[in-house]
């Protein structure tokens, strides 16, 4: 019998044009910036954390917004990205607030794993830098490092360790990480928004629960297969998505929870 539980945790919000969720067809060369674009087309989603209470550890998935973004944003984000996007994280809602609201210290999380590391995933990953493990996939930290528009200042000195995708039964290309080595718990590979973005199945007595990062962005994404507006490869985008929908339709699907969801809660799920 599993005794696995999942903490939806939000570390605050991030506003953002709304083509930055969901694609749109527009002559607009970089509509998701919001750049010239109306603030009415302006949107503001959770930015979420999930804690996972598993029999064999207590693992993190993803780090939310740094206590940072609160007195200097525009230093903590870099220029550009502030222009384009605007956190908030009120009092007590950042993830080592939160942790602390649950009697959690930094040392007790047996893994830390990101999902990637654009910005509003990796941002806080400093408050929980005492993490016994932090984990990134290795095609995740190339990127980041290759790539102008990732953020290194955040994670600058955070012990983060790589790893490598294996055989999995799960995702698009049947890759990723079977965390714990007894199929509860899976890293799945569903790059598309990102190069190494992983989503999360986890097994619990009601069935699977499928975090699907940024694979989409709300339930609409996956039934009328509305890709992201920021994507490094639209082909793996789609395959990642398709994935998600087929997903979805199976009989031990029991949710699927994605990372700015505005329909979601934050909620135990046990």
């Not at 994935?243 to 009989?251: A, I, M, N, T, V």
Request: charged letters at 25%; one cysteine or more.
């Amino acid at each position: 019998m599993s005794k696995t539980k999942i903490h939806v945790i939000h570390t605050g919000t991030v506003n953002v044009d709304r083509a930055l969720p969901f694609k749109e067809k527009t002559l607009h060369p970089l509509p998701f910036s919001g750049w010239l674009r109306p603030n009415s087309w302006r949107m503001s989603v959770p930015v979420s954390a999930y804690l996972i209470e598993h029999p064999k550890g207590l693992i993190l998935i993803d780090a939310g917004w740094s206590e940072e973004i609160r007195s200097n944003q525009r230093k903590h984000l870099g220029f550009m990205a502030s222009t384009m996007i605007k956190g908030d994280l009120p009092e007590g809602q950042s993830i080592r607030e939160q942790l602390q609201r649950l009697g959690i210290k930094t040392r007790d999380l047996d893994l830390v794993i990101l999902s990637h590391m654009h910005s509003d995933h990796v941002s806080g990953i400093k408050h929980v830098a005492e993490a016994k493990r932090i984990l990134v996939s290795d095609i995740e930290w190339q990127a980041a490092h290759n790539d102008s528009n990732y953020i290194r200042s955040m994670w600058e000195g955070v012990p983060i360790e790589t790893f490598e995708m294996k055989s999995i039964p799960h995702g698009p290309y049947k890759s990723g990480l079977d965390l714990f080595g007894d199929g509860t718990l899976y890293a799945v590979f569903t790059p598309g928004h990102s190069n190494g973005q992983v989503s999360f199945l986890v097994q619990t007595d009601g069935g699977w629960v499928l975090l699907g990062s940024d694979v989409g962005y709300a339930r609409k994404s996956w039934e009328q297969h509305i890709l992201p507006g920021v994507t490094t490869s639209a082909d793996d985008a789609d395959k990642s998505l398709s994935w998600l929908s087929d997903f979805s339709k199976r009989d031990d699907c029991r949710m699927i929870i994605v990372n700015h969801d505005l329909e979601i809660k934050p909620q135990i799920i046990a």
